[in-house]
């Protein structure tokens, strides 16, 4: 089986300070792993992904998130949060195997960002 | 160059009708995915398409279906409209598929039933 579970439906930051969004998974074989954002009225856009190269991964915007194995997690992080980071992240993963794959949405986290 | 067009952007239906939305991937990607958003599921994977055939689907009833047309151009289609049905449906393209590769996402077509 396989599942993604993002521990914040919603997370609220000052501007300036760290973002940390939290995302564990399950799955069977070695995954791929996305952060995805969703700006309102938007499509997703694709933020950084982790394909069994360098654990820690930096994806555009300043974001970054690191693999960790042996905790099945795969965190978000910013060290500074601009008022443009307000939106819906989701965490994706995907398993292939043999002629199949499948893909899973987290539930997504909604950050706010205030003044 | 020009990103992942869907139309229509908003339509509003009734119980009982059929709907078909379209959706034009970035030129050279061959695989187009699309995806149901609610507020009460989230995002959930309808089905993808790769080079007209379809690869991998998700679990929805069959009255949900797909094609694929030789210029990578994507229908789906919901017949039989039921008010559960009335979500945001997103589509997305890629140059090697949903499971290997990065997603293009259009900007969704919002479909209301009532």
């Known amino acids: 089986a396989q599942s993604v579970t993002q521990l914040d439906s919603h997370v609220s930051v000052s501007e300036g300070t760290p973002v940390l969004l939290r995302c564990n998974y399950s799955?069977?074989?070695?995954?791929?792993l996305f952060w995805y954002v969703q700006h309102p009225n938007k499509g997703l856009q694709l933020l950084l992904k982790y394909t069994s190269a360098a654990t820690l991964v930096k994806g555009i915007n300043g974001f970054e998130a690191e693999f960790k194995k042996s905790e099945t997690s795969f965190h978000l992080t910013k060290p500074s949060a601009h008022m443009s980071d307000a939106a819906e992240y989701f965490c994706v993963v995907t398993t292939s195997s043999s002629n199949d794959y499948k893909l899973s949405f987290g539930a997504g986290t909604t950050v706010t960002v205030r003044a | 160059k020009a990103g992942v067009t869907q139309t229509p952007r908003y339509l509003i239906k009734t119980r009982g009708q059929q709907v078909t939305l379209s959706c034009s991937p970035i030129?050279?990607?061959?695989?187009v995915s699309w995806y149901q958003q609610t507020p009460g599921q989230g995002l959930q994977f309808l089905f993808e398409?790769?080079?007209?055939?379809?690869?991998n689907k998700g679990n929805f009833p069959g009255r949900f279906s797909g094609r694929q047309f030789s210029n990578s151009r994507s229908e789906m289609n919901v017949s039989t409209l039921e008010l559960g049905d009335s979500a945001l449906y997103l589509c997305?393209?890629?140059?090697?598929?949903?499971?290997?590769?990065?997603?293009?996402f259009g900007e969704g077509s919002r479909l209301t039933v009532l």
């Open positions: 799955s069977s074989y070695s995954p791929s």
């Open positions: 997305a393209s890629s140059l090697e598929g949903v499971d290997t590769g990065e997603l293009f």
């Open positions: 398409y790769f080079s007209e055939t379809q690869r």
């Open positions: 030129s050279g990607h061959r695989s």
